[in-house]
Nanobody, 126 residues
Framework: QVHLVESGGGLVQAGDSLRLSCDTS????????LGWFRQGPGKEREFVSY????????YYADPVKDRFTIIRDNVDDAVHLQMTNLNHDDTGTYYC???????????????????WGQGTQVTVSY
């Protein structure tokens, strides 16, 4: 049984920073890409960031480029999302997921991921 547990969310003010963590258990994820998605209030879940199995390739959604950094830890089977200069549009539930589908062009698509965490809430006040 694979488990992903996100943590690190909270209520912050615009301009603040947060570091989200996702701990995995039940299987090693060293051979898989890992992604972060988020779902804002009244919105569909959207891609945020991705890191390849070896950490050499990272991708970011345009709204978070230059503000967010994805970091994977293959020793502890974890992935982190360092978020800086947060704004109200970053509000939402953040999910980590394990990419199971092969292919380099589908990292931003939900169908490429099989295992998901329950999410951690990030609220950014004005």
């Amino acid at each position: 049984q694979v488990h992903l547990v996100e943590s690190g969310g909270g209520l912050v003010q615009a301009g603040d920073s947060l570091r989200l963590s996702c701990d995995t258990s039940g299987r090693t994820v060293n051979g898989n890409g890992l992604g972060w998605f988020r779902q804002g209030p009244g919105k569909e879940r959207e891609f945020v960031s991705y890191v390849s199995w070896d950490g050499k390739r990272t991708y970011y959604a345009d709204p978070v480029k230059d503000r967010f950094t994805i970091i994977r830890d293959n020793v502890d089977d974890a992935v982190h999302l360092q978020m800086t200069n947060l704004n109200h549009d970053d509000t939402g539930t953040y999910y980590c997921a394990i990419k199971m589908r092969t292919g380099r062009e589908n990292y931003h698509l939900e169908y490429a991921y099989r295992y998901w965490g329950q999410g951690t809430q990030v609220t950014v006040s004005y």
